[in-house]
């Protein structure tokens, strides 16, 4: 099945290739590492295409655009019928000393997707 560009949740199109741009400009040394073994790249040059090539691609089952909503946002889009993922769950995630409310969008009953590559396990 074919996911839908931009979701619904997003507002356009624009907005869409504007948040995966942002995405994964802003992956950090660790993710991006993941990312390069995946996608079996060496040269950063590579990378940098890969990347532009993802970015043009990207749908919904790449990108975990849940990661940066909120509750509040998530019940709106629910009530609106535009949330693709309403069993997302929120949880708080503590990185280098500053905590953050993720979404974690579930893969299965305990797998939950964070960032490209990275996979969490989360207990009920």
Known sequence: MMSKIPPD????????EDYVERY?????SRHKMLLKEELDIDD????DAAIKDLIS????????FCLDCTP?????MVKQGKCAFP??????KTTNGETELVGMRPLNASTYLYHPGVLLEIAK
């Open 24 to 28: 994964y400009s802003a992956l950090d």
């Open 72 to 76: 509040y946002y998530q019940k709106e």
């Open 57 to 64: 691609r990207a749908d919904e089952e790449d990108i975990n």
């Open 87 to 92: 069993n997302t769950k929120f949880i708080n």
């Open 9 to 16: 949740c997003f507002g356009s199109l624009q907005d869409w």
């Open 44 to 47: 950063a040059l590579e990378y």
